[in-house]
């Protein structure tokens, strides 16, 4: 038996930058390059690692926390030099990697164009998204595209978890004693931070 990963976060050189400029803080950037560096490799290093830890496959995908805080034209740009790279990845080790499409949902209509030619023509298993973007819920119906061709080509949406929206975190949890057990995401706006739960200390 096989042992397949799906949740293998990859990035860009050109993703990290973009990233960089929206940035107000780094508070970790020792963890920060050793985590870049990790993300980055979709060769030989990750394979190394793949095999210390017994894993036959994985499904690659961007860890793209913070592509909905950049300008759509600009996140819809790096979505697809991402897809390209993931494809490169791919073709260059197929019997160890195969990729999620990362979308750009700002752009919904082009998010759903990159996502069929991600699938039909680059051959990846679906795509990869976050519970929110930019504060909207996945039942907003600017995202239907995206599940129309989901549904069409007959390939799986990974959820991403994220912790919740602002208001939704208000609704369920304000009032409530102690900490909230989130995890403070390590690429977002506010800066690259280590995992933390708040909930474990």
Same mark, same amino acid.
């Given at each position: 038996?096989?042992?397949?990963t799906? *949740? *293998?976060?990859?990035?860009?050189? #050109?993703f990290?930058?973009?990233l960089a400029?929206?940035?107000?803080?780094v508070?970790?950037?020792d963890?920060?390059?050793?985590m870049?560096?990790k @993300? =980055?490799?979709?060769g030989?290093?990750?394979i190394?690692d793949?095999?210390?830890?017994g894993?036959?496959m994985?499904?690659?995908?961007?860890?793209g926390?913070?592509?909905?805080?950049?300008e %759509? #034209?600009?996140?819809?740009a790096?979505?697809?030099?991402t897809n390209?790279r993931?494809?490169?990845?791919?073709r260059?080790? %197929?019997?160890? $990697?195969?990729? $999620?499409?990362?979308? #750009? @949902?700002?752009?919904?209509?082009?998010a759903?164009?990159?996502?069929?030619?991600?699938?039909g023509?680059?051959g990846?298993?679906?795509?990869l /998204?976050?519970?929110?973007?930019?504060?909207l819920?996945?039942?907003?119906?600017?995202?239907?595209?995206?599940?129309?061709?989901?549904q069409a080509?007959?390939?799986?949406? !990974?959820?991403?978890?994220?912790?919740?929206? +602002?208001?939704?975190q208000?609704a !369920? !949890?304000d009032g409530?004693p102690? %900490? =909230?057990?989130f995890?403070? %995401?390590? @690429? /977002?706006g506010? +800066?690259?931070?280590?995992?933390?739960?708040?909930?474990?200390?």
């Open positions: 038996m096989r042992t397949i799906l *949740e *293998e976060h990859i990035s860009t050189p #050109a990290l930058e973009a400029r929206i940035q107000t803080d508070s970790s950037p963890f920060a390059r050793v870049h560096a @993300l =980055l490799d979709i030989d290093g990750r190394a793949m095999d210390a830890a894993i036959d994985q499904i690659l995908s961007l860890a926390n913070g592509l909905d805080k950049l %759509p #034209a600009t996140a819809t790096l979505a697809r030099d390209d993931l494809a490169a990845a791919v260059a080790h %197929p019997d160890r $990697f195969a990729a $999620f499409a990362t979308l #750009a @949902l700002l752009e919904p209509e082009k759903a164009v990159e996502f069929e030619r991600c699938v023509q680059l990846f298993k679906g795509a /998204v976050n519970g929110t973007t930019n504060g819920l996945l039942d907003d119906k600017r995202f239907t595209p995206i599940f129309e061709i989901a080509l007959d390939v799986p949406i !990974y959820l991403h978890p994220a912790s919740p929206p +602002g208001p939704v208000q !369920y !949890y409530l102690g %900490p =909230l057990g995890f403070s %995401p390590p @690429l /977002v506010d +800066g690259m931070r280590r995992w933390e739960c708040t909930a474990c200390d």
